[in-house]
């Protein structure tokens, strides 16, 4: 596999370390489109990644804290992964990626950067989505600012998602 380029993720690894989970989301007056909810469950929610490897990089959350997925009661791992197969729906009908890599990054020496809440990454991939820019400046380009993607997805997720996964 090719590798992705995202520069802006410095911002990310760069910024201060929060004290409180990251992903444990005051439900206050507009915190979905704040935190760029896209749809939720009783169980899980689905978001954006706020540095994004490519456009349309989603996560799939349980609502509760837990770190790894055996801490999953049953009715939070079915609800889990039916979230993570009607994401992978929505954002196929969305934005028509060739390909999507599904993964969960489980520990810090897997690579998590936020290793104690939970959430696997739904990455859309397209045949030959790289072009002249990394060759010519190592940089990778999206091109579309996070709210307007937040925007553009955000109609695929309204629907009941359990309904969708019948489909």
């Known amino acids: 596999m090719r590798?992705?380029?995202a520069p802006w993720r410095i911002n990310y690894?760069?910024?201060k370390k929060q004290k409180s989970c990251v992903f444990c989301i005051k439900k206050t007056r507009?915190?979905?489109k704040r935190h760029y909810i896209l749809a939720e469950s009783k169980h899980s929610f689905i978001l954006?990644?706020?540095y994004p490897y490519t456009a349309g990089h989603l996560m799939v959350l349980p609502q509760?804290?837990?770190s790894e997925l055996m801490f999953l009661k049953n009715n939070e791992h079915i609800d889990f992964f039916n979230m993570l197969n009607f994401a992978t729906k929505a954002l196929k009908k969305a934005i028509k990626p060739d390909a999507l890599n599904i993964g969960a990054n489980l520990g810090k020496a897997a690579g998590s950067g936020i290793g104690e809440h939970l959430h696997f990454h739904i990455v859309a991939r397209w045949n030959g989505d790289h072009n002249f820019m990394p060759?010519?400046?190592k940089t990778m380009v999206i091109?579309?600012?996070l709210d307007d993607t937040y925007n553009r997805l955000s109609p695929y997720f309204k629907k009941d998602y359990?309904?969708?996964n019948n489909e």
């Open 162 to 164: 359990l309904n969708c």
């Open 13 to 15: 690894i760069l910024s």
């Open 30 to 32: 507009g915190y979905k």
């Open 48 to 50: 954006l990644n706020k």
């Open 135 to 137: 060759v010519v400046s």
């Open 143 to 145: 091109s579309e600012y």
């Open 64 to 66: 509760r804290h837990i």
């Open 3 to 5: 590798s992705v380029w």
